[in-house]
Every structure is written in structure tokens, then in C-alpha cells.
């Protein structure tokens, strides 16, 4: 700051303004260098600002794109079905193939259920001991009661695990068991149900005729007879208790119904494996003659709508950027309209973006296949002069009307294969569009065993009095101690079902995630364990196997066959194996690819595309990422204001240092003139004292 002193002394000789004079210059001074920052900081500040209007654009037109690519915008099913009470249709998902689907109900699933009854309150003491649930079908007669004369009525689900809950001294009551019963979680609900006079106890299982229940009770110190109705033993279920059937209120079936003539059975009312993509509810049966048709349809409607509002979104895009980049007219502070140039018009990588855009609009989509159409102006979508899209109408309805198929093909991803054996799993952001050539050098297998051939079975097979005890190793996962359950076993192919249920359930070997095939070999006579798995660490072996099942069964003790591991190459270059998992090479253009390869091996031209939407999409998201062309610009600007900033220091700096040098100057100046005052005054002086030169004389 300068002293007041100097400020006060500026002029004091002279009679000159000197300090406006010095303001006035160093004004000047600044003038030219303070514009040029000032312009350099506004367009760059204009310049993020714009970028993040950009941005902004783009995300609402990536969303806008994205649309194209979830498949219920494109390949949505309509629905329409004959009213009724008897079926109704619950989900409509895309899987479902166009067609008419025609159902007759002539049963409903129903739960098996039992009442006990005869408590006086929710905290009666119920005894003590282990109740077991088993699961299964009973034999009924024709009136639906438990047929009792009949050996062997129960005959169990062995898909099922039995279940085992405890009643000790902690949970002693008609609320315990109830409790007890429903945390074990295994599909059976508990409840207590007042009559007005009584509690009573109802037991429910899952619906479905194999899910009907057993209960067998041993009582804490009593006998496992469950042959009594005291204490625990009043919830036996079985067979051979008397006056079981008063607690029977109802036995449990299947739902029975027909597809377009086609007989289906099943454990519940609510359907959703029959037809893909259909899920139903049977709420009632129907006569024989009645039909509940539901027939589905392409919704091209809706489809058809989706591009429409994609094109408006487009066109909506490029009027909000339009002035980033060209010119438009704005009204100054004085109203007047000036034309203004949009500051990315300059902006080489900001007009790259909208070059890249419209390219993938103008040009063919790669990785088609089998498509009659490959570029947008094959549906009728047209680029005008001025850069909007446009619709030819009826290029448009032609398309939807005769090629709906390619139409899908043409906006969304998709993949194809010229072997069925050999097709594309998953991809990635990495992975480029096109066609790839695969050849399998080592299809995959799975780890096998083969058991030798059954000795002297006969089916039905009784396996009363046999052991037939074995471990398995599978995958690197051993077993529990596993045991067949006694009973009749109508075919080979019901005996492997058992088996296989038996080690797949095991809790060591589910946790694991690994599983097993069983299935009877018709050629060899004897059983195959095939893994779940592929790849070389695929493996199912016998550890253990009881003296029957040796002899019986063929299952000696040994290892199995391992399986393989897939390898071969795609476009010529080694691939990846994992399993049946074929992958290219890191950095090649099909990275991230899946190929699932099947046991027959053998090669294949496998195409993937992104379609339009996906490309563009893909596209626009490198632009938005952090990484990407605009966080990118946007930093450099952010770093030239940065820049700017310091320059303004140094004009600071240098103007400061200038006027003080002209002040200094100004007041070396003033000192000469007052110097010369006073010279002046004294000359005067001494005029006035000369003779004949005083003013006076």
C-alpha cells in the first residue's frame, strides 16, 4: 500500500494530478494482459460447464439407448385368455414362445393335513422324546382313507431327507412342539387352532401326493412303539397305530391338468415349468369338455413404441447440445440479440463425440448374423441434413410386419452359433462385436465311474435284510457314511434315482456344491456315477462299500475315470480352458468372451453382437467414465484455469512493481520542480536586493 505521505506529495510541486495520472497509466498497463487471462478463464470455465451439460446429455441418451437393450422392450409378449376361475395365468415373462395354450384342470394339488385334538390349553404338556417326519405316500382306498390292512401303504419320498425334532424339558407344551416343528423349516407348518371348547393341534405339509407325512415317536424313557396315545406318542402317524386315521383330515394329491391334450401332473397349484416364461395358479377343476386357452403374442406395439421415443430422444439430444456447438442468439445486458458461437464449436475431441455417434447410427452393426438387416436404415431410420433421425413409415411398419425377428436382432444384443455343441455363455465390456472361428482340440468330459453289473437282482427289488452301505468321494468331497433305505424298488432306473437322491443330499457334498448323476447302464448292467462337473479335478470314486453292495450292486471300492478339461483355439490363437469353459486369450478381441462347450467338441463360426443400442451404448459410456474423453477435457481445462490463476499472480506482481517505479519516478519529479521553486525564489530574492533591479527602483 502506498504511505499517504507519498500520495500527499505527488503534485505538490507540479500542480499536476500525478496520482489519477498514475492510475490512469497503470490501467493501461493492465488492460491488454487482464483481458487476454479474463477471455482464457471465461471460455475455459464456459467450457466445463458446457462439458458437464454434455454429459448430461449423454447420460439421458445412454438411457435412452439402454431401453433397446433390456429385452422387455423388444421382445415383450402380449397375453390374452379365456376368463375363468378355474386357471389363471400369473407372469408373462419374454421366454414364452408365441402360440395358444390350452388347459383342462381335472384335479387340484391339495396338502396332506392332520388335526390332533383334545387339549385344554396352548400350554399343555405334550411329553417328551424325538418326533420323525417322513415323507411319502400312503395308500389310500376309494373313499380317500389311509388303507391300513395293506403292508408296506407308506412308501417314502426318497428325494426327501426324514427330519428329526427333539421336545425336551425347555419346550414341553402344545406351543413347544408347534414352535419346534415350524423352525425345522422342512416345508411342514404348525399351527394351534381353538374350537370353542378345545386346542387343537393341525400339521400341514407342502401339497403334493409324494409329500404326505409319517411321524414315528420315541418317547424319553418309554417305548419306541408309538403304538400308545399317551404323552408324545398321541402324534404317532403310522401304520401299524390303531385309530391313526381319525387325525387323517386330508390327504395330500397332485394337481392333474393337460396342455393342449398333453397329461401333466404336479406337487402344487402354482405352475411355472411347464411352458417357459408361464407361470399359472389351478384354483378349481373344470369339466372335461371346458378349456381355459391362453394365447400369446409378440408385442410389436410396444416394441414399436420404444424406437419411436429412442428417435425423439435422439432429436431432443441434439437440439440441447446444438448451441455447445454452433450458433444461436442470445440477448445481451441491453436486449440487444447478438449471435454467439457455442464454445465447443472449436473443440476437436467435443465434436469427435457427436462424429462417433452418428457413425454408429449411419453404419452396419457388427456381428450379425442371419439377418436380413444390418445398419439402421434397413428399418427405415434416416439421418437428415441437419443430423436428426427421421422414420420412413413404411420401410418402418414392413420391417416389424415381415422381419420382426431381425428387428430384435438389428437393436439388441445377441450371439450365434453354427454348432449347437459349441455356443456363447456371457461376454464383457471388452468384447468386440464380430465372428470368431472356434475350434475344440479337447472336448470336455466329466469325472465317470462304473460300477459293475448287478449280480443276481431281480426287480422289483426287496431290499429287506440287505446292507447296502458305501462312501463316495465326488469332486474332492467325501460322503458321510451313506445307507439305501429297506424298501421295494420297482425298477433299475427307480434304484438309481434313490442312490443318487442319497448322495446328493448328503450335507457334506451339498455344501460343497457338487452333485452327482446316477443312472443304470443297460450295456455294462451295472450302475454310472457321472459328476456334475467337467475337468480334469471332476472325479467320482468309492471309498467304502459294505459286502451287499459289492456284491449286489457292482459298487467296489476304486477310483473313477477323471474327466478333461475343454482346450482349443479361437481365431486361430490358443484359448483358455476351465472346465467346459473355452476363453480367448487376454487381449484379444474376443476377451471375455464364455464359450460353453459341449461333450462332442468339434468346431463352430460363433457370432456375437451388441446390436445398435448396445453399441451405442457401449460407446457412450466410455465417453462418461472417469477415464473417459470428457472427465478427461475436463481435468486439462480445470489445469489451464489453474494455470491462468498463477499468470494472474505474475500480471499482479509486475503491475504492482509498476506503478511503484512510476511513482517513484513522479515523485523524483516533484523534488526537482520544488528544487527549482526554491532556486526560483531565491533568485528573485536576490534580484530584489541588486540595485537598479528591484521592483521598486
Known amino acids: 500500500m502506498i504511505d499517504n505521505n507519498i500520495i500527499q506529495s505527488l503534485g505538490a510541486g507540479s500542480g499536476i494530478d500525478t496520482p489519477n495520472l498514475v492510475k490512469q497509466l497503470v490501467e493501461i498497463e493492465r488492460a491488454a494482459p487482464q483481458a487476454r487471462i479474463d477471455s482464457k478463464t471465461e471460455l475455459a470455465e464456459t467450457r466445463i460447464s458446457d462439458f458437464g451439460l454434455l454429459n448430461s446429455a449423454l447420460s439421458t441418451l445412454k438411457d435412452a439407448a439402454a431401453v433397446l437393450t433390456d429385452p422387455e422392450a423388444l421382445f415383450s409378449k402380449s397375453a390374452s385368455f379365456t376368463e375363468s376361475d378355474a386357471l389363471v395365468p400369473l407372469e408373462l415373462s419374454t421366454e414364452v414362445e408365441p402360440g395358444s395354450y390350452s388347459f383342462n384342470v381335472s384335479q387340484i394339488a391339495k396338502a396332506h393335513t392332520m388335526a390332533f385334538s383334545g387339549f385344554s390349553s396352548p400350554a399343555d404338556a405334550v411329553g417328551e422324546g424325538t418326533l420323525t417326519f417322513n415323507f411319502g405316500t400312503w395308500l389310500r382306498d376309494g373313499n380317500g ?136 395358479d389351478v384354483l378349481k377343476t373344470m369339466d372335461a369338455a371346458d378349456l381355459v386357452t391362453i394365447t400369446v403374442t409378440e408385442d410389436k406395439a410396444f416394441a414399436e413404441q420404444n424406437i419411436r421415443d429412442f428417435v425423439d430422444a435422439y432429436n431432443g439430444f441434439l437440439e440441447v447440445i446444438d448451441p455447445l456447438f454452433g450458433e444461436s442468439e442470445q440477448e445481451d445486458e441491453d436486449g440487444e440479440v447478438q449471435v454467439v458461437t457455442g464454445s465447443l464449436a472449436n473443440d476437436a475431441l467435443a465434436k469427435s463425440l457427436l462424429t462417433q455417434i452418428r457413425n454408429v447410427i449411419a453404419s452396419s452393426i457388427p456381428g450379425l448374423a442371419d439377418s436380413n438387416f444390418t445398419a439402421m436404415t434397413n428399418i427405415g431410420i434416416r439421418t437428415e441434413l441437419d443430423g436428426t433421425i427421421s422414420i420412413n413409415e413404411e420401410d418402418f411398419q414392413r420391417a416389424f410386419d415381415d422381419n420382426f425377428e431381425d428387428v430384435q436382432k438389428l437393436l439388441a444384443p445377441s450371439t450365434a452359433t453354427s454348432n449347437n455343441d459349441i455356443f456363447i455363455n456371457s461376454y464383457n465390456d471388452k468384447t468386440l462385436a464380430g465372428e470368431y472361428e472356434v475350434v475344440v482340440t479337447q472336448a470336455p468330459s466329466a469325472g465317470l465311474y462304473e460300477g459293475a453289473a448287478f449280480s443276481g437282482l431281480t426287480f422289483p427289488l426287496d431290499t429287506t435284510g440287505k446292507d447296502y452301505t458305501f462312501v463316495f468321494d465326488v469332486n474332492g468331497t467325501n460322503t458321510a457314511e451313506l445307507t439305501l433305505a429297506t424298501g421295494t424298488y420297482d425298477s433299475e432306473a427307480e434304484l438309481a434315482t434313490a442312490i443318487q437322491s442319497l448322495i446328493n443330499s448328503d450335507s457334506l457334498v451339498a455344501s460343497a456344491g457338487v452333485s452327482v448323476a446316477v443312472s443304470y447302464n443297460a450295456v455294462s448292467g451295472g450302475l454310472d456315477f457321472t459328476s456334475s462337473s467337467y475337468g480334469a479335478s471332476s472325479n467320482v470314486s468309492v471309498l467304502t462299500s459294505s459286502a451287499d453292495a459289492i456284491a449286489d450292486l457292482g459298487l467296489a471300492v476304486g477310483a473313477g475315470t477323471p474327466g478333461t478339461t475343454v482346450a482349443g483355439t479361437i481365431n486361430g490363437k490358443a484359448a483358455f480352458g476351465s472346465a467346459n469353459v473355452l476363453l480367448p486369450a487376454l487381449g484379444e478381441a474376443g476377451e471375455g468372451l464364455a464359450l460353453v462347450v459341449g461333450g462332442a467338441g468339434g468346431s463352430a463360426t460363433v457370432n456375437f453382437s451388441r446390436g445398435f443400442a448396445g453399441e451405442l451404448e457401449r460407446l457412450l459410456d466410455s465417453f462418461m467414465t472417469s477415464s473417459g474423453v470428457i472427465a478427461t477435457r475436463t481435468e486439462t481445462l480445470e489445469g489451464n484455469i489453474e494455470s491462468y490463476e498463477a499468470e494472474q499472480e505474475r500480471l499482479e506482481r509486475r503491475i504492482s512493481a509498476y506503478e511503484e517505479r512510476l511513482l517513484n519516478q513522479f515523485i523524483a519529479m516533484e523534488r526537482i520542480l520544488s528544487s527549482l521553486s526554491t532556486s526560483e525564489t531565491f533568485l528573485d530574492n536576490l534580484i530584489e536586493s541588486l540595485p537598479f533591479t528591484s521592483s521598486k527602483d
Open 145 to 280: 382313507d389311509i388303507d391300513t390292512g395293506t403292508p408296506g401303504a407308506f412308501t417314502q419320498n426318497t428325494d426327501k431327507e426324514s427330519q428329526t425334532i427333539t421336545i425336551d424339558a425347555t419346550n414341553n407344551s402344545l406351543e413347544g412342539l408347534r414352535d419346534a416343528i415350524n423352525a425345522a423349516d422342512m416345508g411342514v407348518s404348525a399351527n394351534i387352532i381353538f374350537d370353542g371348547t378345545n386346542y387343537n393341534l393341525s400339521i400341514v405339509a407342502e401339497s403334493g401326493a409324494s409329500n404326505e407325512l409319517e411321524i414315528s415317536v420315541a418317547e424319553s424313557g418309554g417305548s419306541p412303539t408309538n403304538t400308545d396315545n399317551n404323552d408324545l406318542s398321541r402324534f404317532a402317524f403310522l401304520q401299524d397305530k390303531a385309530g391313526f386315521e381319525a387325525a387323517d383330515a386330508q390327504g395330500g394329491q397332485n394337481a392333474m391338468l393337460s396342455l393342449n391334450g398333453i397329461a401333466i401332473e404336479r406337487s402344487t397349484n402354482t405352475i411355472d415349468d411347464i411352458v417357459d416364461g408361464l407361470k399359472i
